[in-house]
């Protein structure tokens, strides 16, 4: 199995821009595809957005199309989530996943048997 850690997180203002990371250990990283989830408080997690094992493919939520990117290097067996033009309503903890199927594109919490722990964003208006 892998173990994931989120680090990036913090507080930032309206219009500003946090890059997370995901570092993966355990199981070689380059073979799941990975997904960014947050869940802000009293709502369900939901998907961000997600990326394949070699980065040919990415998909994102409509709510953060254009602003965010998601990306990956396997050799540092690390993912990434660059959010830009940030809102008060991205306000969330957000945590990264691996889906074993490496090629699929998942966008439901069902999909991805790794999790870590969260990292918190807070944007402030």
């Known amino acids: 199995q892998v173990q994931l850690v989120e680090s990036g997180g913090g507080l930032v203002q309206a219009g500003g821009s946090l890059r997370l990371s995901c570092v993966a250990s355990g199981r070689t990283f380059g073979w799941y595809a990975v997904g960014w989830f947050r869940q802000a408080p009293g709502k369900e997690r939901e998907f961000v957005a997600t990326?394949?094992?070699?980065?040919?493919?990415?998909y994102y939520a409509d709510s953060v199309k254009g602003r965010f990117t998601i990306s990956r290097d396997n050799a540092k067996n690390t993912g990434y989530l660059q959010m830009n033009s940030l809102k008060p309503e991205d306000t969330a903890v957000y945590y990264c996943?691996?889906?074993?199927?490496?090629?699929?594109?998942?966008?439901?919490?069902?999909?991805?048997?790794?999790w870590g722990q969260g990292t918190q964003v807070t944007v402030s208006s």
């Open positions: 990326i394949t094992w070699n980065g040919s493919s990415r």
């Open positions: 996943a691996a889906d074993r199927a490496s090629e699929r594109i998942g966008t439901t919490v069902d999909e991805y048997a790794y």
